[in-house]
């Protein structure tokens, strides 16, 4: 039977996938993207004073913080349910920082909501460029979790 005081296998299965490929990784390419975006378009609406781009961040920011939710739910059945994910201290930091992520991205949807063009400075472009510096070190942490520890990647035969 196993052990907590086991020492912490190399690799895991997932518990949340499509045919054997976890959701969470099929997930995560879309908050990345959008939240990374709203600050490009943040900088774009400055530039160009162009109240196109200040909607343009509006939409992002809301994509953002809605697909991240989305990948978030996901990530933490895993994290949950697979004991020797939630046995790592890797992924209980992937999964603070992503917190802290998704609590930028909800207040930086939040605040444009009311009138998109007033909110991007400052706020608005401060939780933007904070939320690009937490989705680097969300991403690094997953990468790791998934490169170095190789979670979410054996097979059910392949498991200890
Ligand atoms: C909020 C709770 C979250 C938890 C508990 C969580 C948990 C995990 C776990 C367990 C993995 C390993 C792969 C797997 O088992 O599917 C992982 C990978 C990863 N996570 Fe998260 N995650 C969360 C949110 C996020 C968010 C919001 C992002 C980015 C916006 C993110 C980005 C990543 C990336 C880039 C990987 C590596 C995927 C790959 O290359 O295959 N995670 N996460």
Request: proline share 4%; glycine share 12%; aromatic share 12%.
């Amino acid at each position: 039977m196993k052990h907590y005081a086991d020492p912490i296998p190399h690799g895991t299965t997932t518990s949340v996938h499509f045919f054997g490929h976890p959701a969470h990784a099929m997930l995560v390419p879309f908050p990345i993207a959008f939240l990374v975006s709203v600050f490009a378009s943040d900088l774009a609406w400055w530039y160009f004073s162009d109240p196109f781009w200040a909607r343009m961040s509006l939409w992002l920011a809301g994509g953002g913080a809605l697909s991240g939710i989305a990948a978030g739910l996901v990530g933490t059945a895993e994290l949950l349910v697979v004991r020797d994910i939630r046995r790592r201290a890797a992924a209980w930091s992937h999964f603070v920082v992503a917190v802290m992520l998704l609590s930028v991205g909800m207040a930086n949807w939040g605040l444009r909501l009311g009138d998109a063009e007033a909110a991007i400075v400052p706020m608005g472009m401060y939780l933007s460029g904070l939320g690009v510096l937490l989705v680097g070190v969300a991403g690094w942490l997953g990468g790791t979790l998934v490169f170095e520890h190789r979670v979410g990647v054996l097979n059910e035969d392949e498991e200890d």
